[in-house]
């Protein structure tokens, strides 16, 4: 079955810096479109970032532009998220997300949290 793992996540200080990985297993990683999302306590979840199979096509929330990228090894069946100069506003639980024939799955979460 489709499993998504999330890791990485921690406290850190304004302006510093932390990378998410999410580890992928039961589909051909290679295939699809993967994302990073992000939930805030009291907030909708957003699409922070999106990236091809081919890491071809990326696309990424405004607010983070600049700061954060996404990338992913096919070999290793992994999604990855630097995030650079975090800010505050960026403490949330971050989740890994993929569409395969339109049935959503998602990781567990990892939490990261910024203070100022």
């Known amino acids: 079955q489709v499993q998504l793992v999330e890791s990485g996540g921690g406290s850190v200080q304004s302006g510093g810096s932390l990378r998410l990985s999410c580890s992928a297993s039961?589909?051909?990683?290679?295939?699809?479109?993967m994302n990073w999302y992000r939930q805030a306590p009291g907030k909708e979840r957003e699409l922070v970032a999106s990236?091809?199979?081919?890491?071809?096509?990326?696309n990424y929330a405004e607010s983070v532009k600049g700061r954060f990228t996404i990338s992913r090894d096919n070999a290793k069946y992994t999604l990855y998220l630097q995030m650079n100069d975090l800010k505050p506003e960026d403490t949330a639980e971050y989740y890994c997300?993929?569409?395969?024939?339109?049935?959503?799955?998602w990781g567990q979460g990892t939490q990261v949290t910024v203070s100022s």
């Open positions: 997300n993929t569409k395969i024939k339109a049935q959503e799955y």
């Open positions: 039961g589909f051909t990683f290679s295939a699809y479109t």
């Open positions: 990236i091809d199979w081919f890491s071809m096509i990326l």
